[in-house]
């Protein structure tokens, strides 16, 4: 039996759901969440929901929109959380004096096409370097001087440090985490270079080729170095009968294979594996990659090849295109950017450092919402707050639209990214509200079961 739920009280549970969040989001600074400051919509979510399945599903689809834009853009959950607040009252009253809300939710959908299409418009290049920007995400001037350097640079990529203090690294070419299998620490010129995707375990399906390199440096990269071929390129590095440094690629499954394919296009070679192009021992000199040094740092290698060849071009614009996807989730995307930072060649990271792994973990986090809505700036510019006044707005809802986004902003400087970003979700979520909310409420179905009915599920049947 359908559930008989009065269709403006379950509506107004919705909207108490989703202003819940809001408020609490609002506030300056962070909310403290099991023992621990968090400034993550998730999070604190998961802390105000009640027995009330209509008021949880407001807080939730605030959390959703929210969070996407704090991930995508390195921060804007205060300014989201005020401006939901602000568009949601104003749906509320217009609702209450007898609007329909499918009007209601047309006039904002129109208003929010219009203004995000003057952001787009009026957005200026960022003129020069400005660590200001980011320095009350990182809480710290020179962390933000450390994100505004490295992002100039290159990919920025975080990683945890082993100390206490924070610092910026940059390496030149491709940084492949692991020791050497083979070979001694140190720094060769004009290597070749064999990238392999299966396991070496015969020193005889190598023998040919090394008769083909001579007494040149050899560089191999592959799924693994065992066996016999370990034992016996061992011990003829030793007596210097040959030239060869050989590792295992670094991590697994999927990344592994990526990583191997990318430092093929990065050399100018191909992936072997042991059939095609064809076998190890038939592989010729010219079918080699070339990397003008490699340099073995014992817990890493860096191997700097090509970053002028078309190959690598290409291959950064498909992983773009896969950053830019709204399904790549934020963990892959900072994967991504390290595979760029690979590929072009220079590689700045930084690393948070802590004096305990609580400071560490949320010192990184910082880092890595402060490098992301730097690089927005740099890609998409900056719009002043100012700039907003002069967006001609024809119609009640651009106007409070307008009003509502220079009030939920306290800096001079926008992330034109970000704006657009506020505008998409928080737009989306109100009238998600005005259109889907209602009916869901009117039905007496929540979220999940709409998604289920538009499977084809008969909902009805599995209740009885």
Same mark, same amino acid.
């Given at each position: 039996?359908?559930?008989?739920?009065?269709?403006?009280?379950?509506?107004?549970?919705?909207?108490?759901?989703?202003?819940?969040?809001?408020? /609490?989001?609002?506030?300056?600074?962070?909310?403290?969440?099991?023992?621990?400051?968090?400034?993550?919509?998730?999070?604190?979510?998961?802390?105000?929901?009640? +027995? &009330?399945?209509?008021?949880?599903?407001?807080?939730?689809?605030?959390?959703?929109?929210?969070?996407?834009?704090?991930? +995508?853009?390195?921060?804007?959950?205060?300014?989201?959380?005020? *401006?939901?607040?602000?568009?949601?009252?104003?749906?509320?009253?217009?609702?209450?004096?007898?609007?329909?809300?499918?009007?209601?939710?047309?006039?904002?959908?129109?208003?929010?096409?219009?203004?995000?299409?003057?952001?787009?418009?009026?957005?200026?290049?960022?003129?020069?370097?400005?660590?200001?920007?980011?320095?009350?995400?990182?809480?710290?001037?020179?962390?933000?001087?450390?994100?505004?350097?490295?992002?100039? %640079?290159?990919?920025?990529?975080?990683?945890?440090?082993?100390?206490?203090?924070?610092?910026?690294?940059?390496?030149?070419?491709?940084?492949?985490?692991?020791?050497?299998? %083979?070979?001694?620490?140190?720094?060769?010129?004009?290597?070749? /270079?064999?990238?392999? #995707? @299966?396991?070496?375990?015969?020193?005889?399906?190598?023998? !040919?080729?090394?008769?083909?390199?001579?007494?040149?440096?050899?560089?191999?990269?592959?799924?693994?170095?065992?066996?016999?071929?370990?034992?016996?390129?061992?011990?003829? %590095?030793?007596?210097?009968?040959?030239?060869?440094?050989?590792?295992?690629?670094?991590? $697994?499954?999927?990344?592994?294979?990526?990583?191997?394919?990318?430092?093929?296009?990065? @050399?100018?070679?191909?992936?072997?594996?042991?059939?095609? !192009?064809?076998?190890?021992?038939? /592989?010729?000199?010219?079918?080699?990659?070339?990397?003008?040094?490699?340099?073995?740092?014992?817990?890493?290698? /860096? $191997?700097?090849?090509?970053? &002028?060849?078309?190959?690598?071009?290409?291959?950064?614009?498909?992983?773009?295109?896969?950053?830019?996807?709204?399904?790549?989730?934020?963990?892959?995307?900072? #994967?991504?950017?390290?595979?760029?930072?690979?590929?072009?060649?220079?590689?700045?990271?930084?690393?948070?450092?802590?004096?305990? @792994?609580?400071?560490?973990?949320?010192?990184?986090?910082?880092?890595?919402?402060? %490098?992301?809505?730097y690089q927005s700036v740099k890609?998409?510019?900056?719009?002043?707050?100012?700039?907003?006044?002069?967006?001609?707005?024809?119609?009640?809802?651009?106007?409070?639209?307008?009003?509502?986004?220079?009030?939920?902003?306290?800096?001079?400087?926008?992330?034109?990214? *970000?704006?657009?970003? $506020?505008?998409?979700?928080?737009?989306?979520?109100?009238? $998600?509200?005005?259109?889907?909310?209602?009916?869901?409420?009117? @039905?007496?179905?929540?979220?999940?079961d709409l998604e289920l009915i538009?499977?084809?599920?008969?909902?009805?049947?599995?209740?009885?």
């Amino acid at each position: 039996m359908i559930r008989k739920i009065k269709f403006d009280d379950g509506r107004k549970k919705l909207a108490e759901g989703i202003l819940s969040l809001c408020r /609490v989001l609002s506030l300056e600074g962070q909310v403290l969440v099991n023992g621990v400051y968090s400034f993550s919509a998730a999070e604190v979510a998961g802390k105000l929901e009640g +027995t &009330d399945l209509f008021f949880n599903q407001g807080i939730r689809l605030a959390a959703q929109a929210i969070g996407e834009i704090n991930q +995508t853009a390195g921060c804007g959950t205060g300014e989201s959380a005020r *401006l939901a607040a602000e568009l949601l009252a104003y749906c509320e009253r217009k609702s209450a004096s007898g609007i329909s809300p499918v009007l209601l939710a047309r006039e904002l959908k129109a208003a929010a096409k219009t203004l995000e299409a003057f952001v787009r418009e009026e957005a200026v290049p960022l003129s020069d370097a400005k660590a200001d920007l980011v320095e009350a995400i990182t809480k710290d001037r020179e962390t933000a001087q450390m994100v505004v350097d490295g992002s100039n %640079v290159g990919e920025v990529v975080v990683k945890d440090s082993m100390f206490g203090e924070t610092r910026l690294e940059i390496t030149r070419g491709m940084r492949l985490e692991g020791g050497l299998a %083979v070979g001694a620490e140190g720094t060769v010129s004009d290597a070749l /270079v064999l990238i392999v #995707k @299966t396991p070496i375990t015969s020193f005889s399906s190598l023998y !040919p080729l090394l008769e083909k390199t001579g007494q040149q440096n050899l560089f191999i990269l592959a799924d693994g170095i065992e066996g016999e071929a370990l034992t016996l390129l061992n011990a003829n %590095v030793k007596q210097n009968r040959i030239h060869v440094r050989a590792m295992k690629a670094p991590g $697994m499954g999927r990344r592994k294979e990526d990583l191997l394919e990318d430092a093929a296009v990065y @050399t100018d070679t191909v992936v072997f594996d042991g059939i095609y !192009p064809c076998r190890i021992e038939e /592989v010729s000199k010219a079918m080699l990659g070339r990397a003008k040094t490699v340099t073995a740092a014992g817990s890493y290698t /860096v $191997m700097e090849g090509n970053s &002028d060849n078309s190959r690598i071009c290409r291959r950064i614009e498909g992983i773009e295109e896969r950053i830019r996807d709204p399904k790549t989730n934020y963990y892959d995307k900072q #994967k991504l950017r390290e595979r760029i930072a690979g590929l072009m060649g220079c590689a700045p990271v930084i690393y948070a450092g802590g004096y305990t @792994t609580l400071q560490a973990k949320e010192e990184k986090r910082r880092i890595e919402s402060a %490098v992301a809505y730097y690089q927005s700036v740099k890609q998409y510019g900056v719009l002043k707050k100012d700039d907003l006044n002069n967006f001609p707005a024809g119609t009640e809802a651009e106007r409070f639209l307008k009003e509502s986004m220079r009030q939920s902003f306290k800096k001079e400087e926008i992330s034109a990214y *970000l704006l657009i970003l $506020m505008i998409q979700k928080i737009c989306g979520l109100i009238v $998600m509200w005005l259109t889907t909310g209602a009916v869901m409420v009117s @039905t007496g179905y929540d979220r999940e079961d709409l998604e289920l009915i538009k499977s084809g599920v008969d909902i009805e049947r599995l209740r009885g």
